[in-house]
């Protein structure tokens, strides 16, 4: 059965740095594109960063660019989310995620984790 295992959250002041990772289990994660989401307090889910097969391709949420960096280590089976100058705004439970896709403002998501829970505050 798939699985998804998120570590790495935890408190930080603005300006602060994480990493955080995901341990795939169930998929031939070589073989897929991977994303990592993440849902804010009271709002919906908001895709963040994606990487193609074999790293071809990265995308990022705009408000993250330059700040966040998604990588993954296909031996590994792990999916990771450097994130640096962290503000109050990316307080959120990050998710990795599988078939990401939204329609309008909804983002769905065929399989992820329970998440972790990033805070950044004073």
């Known amino acids: 059965e798939p699985q998804f295992v998120e570590s790495g959250g935890g408190s930080v002041q603005p300006g602060g740095s994480l990493r955080l990772s995901c341990a795939v289990y169930?998929?031939?994660?070589?073989?897929?594109?991977w994303s990592w989401v993440r849902q804010a307090p009271g709002k919906g889910l908001e895709w963040v960063a994606a990487?193609?097969?074999?790293?071809?391709?990265?995308y990022y949420l705009d408000s993250v660019k330059g700040r966040f960096t998604i990588s993954r280590d296909d031996v590994k089976k792990m999916l990771y989310l450097e994130m640096s100058s962290l503000d109050t705004e990316d307080t959120a439970v990050y998710y990795c995620?599988?078939?990401?896709?939204?329609?309008?403002?909804?983002?769905?998501?065929?399989?992820r984790g329970q998440g972790t829970q990033v805070t950044v505050s004073l």
């Open positions: 995620a599988k078939d990401v896709q939204k329609l309008g403002t909804v983002v769905t998501a065929s399989h």
């Open positions: 169930g998929f031939t994660f070589e073989s897929f594109e």
């Open positions: 990487i193609g097969v074999g790293e071809a391709w990265i």
